[in-house]
């Protein structure tokens, strides 16, 4: 075979040369891009930017288009000229497609007016809500009560409020309103329900039809006393108001 390319005409043996290492070349660069076997679909202001991960380096990307990345987790970095950058950590798997949604932060006046130009107002509206919904998990994590609530009954109806004490961890309250303020019966209902629920009164702030539900502490110390005038037997307030 070695004697047969030998005897080969120059130009016949260039061409098989190049023929050669060009198909070497494609087979390398193929088994380079099957490296790139996840997806990210970028959100993003501004438009054009360069993303970095790894051992990618400044790649040129544009918003609102696939990009192939490699499985794995990365952290990668989105830069613009005039914008800080932004950098996020992302697991992802092979084959998988991941979302991601953000905005960089403008410095100069140049990259300002790009940043309030209409056409970025529905990734605007979408971290908004990423920021909304990501607030109500955090919220969520601290506070599984919530996820039970609102719980309604043809007798009371418990809803998460705003916690009324200031010392302590709690960052939310349970409101309970009765239809019979005088019957102490549905409040029992209402706070059965609860324990049903798996939530412990003790670690919220309670309101009755508007009305503080005292600790035991606070009653034993005076600093709850029970309402004046026309009020059932069960209603406090505290003695400072």
């Known amino acids: 075979m070695f004697n047969i390319f030998t005897q080969l005409d120059r ?10 290492g060009i198909s070497i070349s494609l087979i390398i660069y193929a088994i380079y891009l099957l490296q790139f076997d996840a997806t990210i679909y970028v959100y993003s202001i501004p438009d054009n930017l360069t993303m970095s991960y790894g051992d990618v380096k400044n790649q040129r990307i544009s918003s609102r288009k696939d990009i192939k990345v490699k499985h794995g987790n990365h952290k990668f970095t989105f830069s613009a ?21 953000f905005a960089l ?12 130009k209409d056409k970025y107002t529905d990734i605007k509206e979408g971290i908004a809500g990423k920021k909304s919904r990501e607030a109500t998990r955090q919220l969520e994590n601290k506070n599984p009560a919530i996820k039970s609530l609102p719980i309604h009954s043809k007798d009371f109806y418990i809803f998460p409020c705003d916690r009324y004490r200031s010392e302590g961890d709690k960052t939310i309250g349970i409101c309970i309103t009765v239809t019979d303020y005088f019957n102490r019966s549905q409040i029992d209902d209402a706070f059965a329900k609860l324990k049903e629920k798996g939530i412990n009164q003790e670690d919220y702030d309670i309101k009755v039809n508007n009305r503080i539900w005292p600790t035991e502490k606070e009653k034993s110390t005076g600093a709850a006393v029970q309402c004046r005038g ?4 069960w209603c406090y307030t505290y003695r400072d108001i």
């Open 11 to 20: 130009k016949v043996k260039i061409a098989i040369i190049s023929f050669v």
């Open 81 to 101: 000229n005039g914008f800080e950058s932004y950098t996020t950590e992302i697991n992802i798997n092979k084959n998988e497609k991941k979302n991601i949604i």
């Open 105 to 116: 932060e403008p410095i100069t006046d140049e990259a300002k007016k790009e940043y309030a």
């Open 230 to 233: 026309s009020n059932p037997d």
